[in-house]
């Protein structure tokens, strides 16, 4: 249902058909970064948020790098004497080291997540608030202030654990089909586990404003089949940049800018968007 108090949709990003939308949705993801230049108050908050990233993944880096070669030699068995026992756990030493390294940069995305969350409300809550011109027609008190922080950690860790979980099952089962068709498990892997985190990242991508404007979680949930194409163009570039540290906050911006076309094309709802007045996008 059209909001009415929002202009005529000219501008919905899920395209005429799904190829439109997909590729709006690649373009979108890069949407954070003109507003960043543009206004003040997201660039202040998307600086604060990437600091406050940064410094997370400096200690992570640091702990990985002090406990990776114990991790690992405490996993590897005696080095043999023969040149192909000597071959295999050099192998097998750098995969471990790979392996390692891969899981703890994932569980520092995990726990850097529901940790920055109510940095990354308040640059959803600027960008929008950029976007439409205005602010929204209620504002909290503080109480409802503190509770909406704790129900956003709350969630973000949720979506954190979803994402693993999900990752995991895909791995799992990609690997057991893979043992008997090496390409199929291979695919299913690559393919649906690539797609999954895009569709996840998305999804955490236009959750912000909806937590922000107290979006129910029914109508959340139904965001992504009705708007798949462009949550997966839009995931599939926003995942690359939620892992590096300085463009991870823009990912909020520019799914905060994405949520706000669906909003104006009638697609996504923000209750306390209704009744407030338009000044018109920015860009």
Not at 6 to 12: F, I, K, L, V
Not at 247 to 271: D, F, K, Q, W
Request: net charge neutral; proline share 7%; aromatic share 10%.
């Amino acid at each position: 249902m059209t909001d009415p108090a929002m202009p005529e949709a000219h501008d919905d990003p899920t395209g005429k058909n799904p190829a439109a939308g997909f590729w709006s949705g690649v373009k979108a993801a890069f949407g954070g970064f003109g507003l960043v230049r543009k206004d003040g108050r997201v660039l202040r908050w998307t600086l604060l948020a990437t600091a406050v990233y940064l410094v997370l993944w400096a200690i992570a880096l640091y702990l990985v790098a002090r406990y990776d070669d114990r991790v690992v030699n405490e996993l590897l068995w005696p080095r043999g004497p023969a040149w192909w026992e000597s071959t295999l756990w050099e192998i097998a030493r750098g995969l471990l080291y790979l392996v390692f390294w891969l899981a703890a940069l994932l569980v520092t995305f995990v726990i850097a997540l529901p940790v920055i969350s109510p940095l990354f409300a308040f640059v959803s809550e600027a960008a929008e608030t950029a976007y439409f011109g205005t602010e929204v027609s209620h504002r909290s008190n503080p109480a409802e202030l503190a509770i909406e922080l704790v129900r956003g950690v709350v969630r973000s860790a949720g979506l954190a654990i979803t994402h693993v979980a999900g990752s995991g099952a895909i791995w799992l089962i990609g690997t057991a089909i893979g043992l008997f068709l090496p390409p199929v498990g291979t695919a299913i892997t690559v393919v649906v586990g690539g797609a999954w985190s895009a569709l996840w990242i998305a999804m955490t991508g236009v959750s912000w404003p909806m937590e922000n404007n107290r979006t129910p979680l029914p109508r959340q949930l139904r965001v992504l089949p009705e708007n798949f194409p462009v949550l997966l163009g839009f995931g599939l570039i926003a995942q690359v940049l939620a892992w590096i540290p300085f463009t991870a906050p823009i990912t909020v911006v520019s799914g905060t800018l994405l949520a706000c076309r669906l909003h104006r094309a009638g697609r996504l709802e923000l209750p306390l968007r209704i009744g407030s007045t338009v000044v018109g996008p920015v860009g």
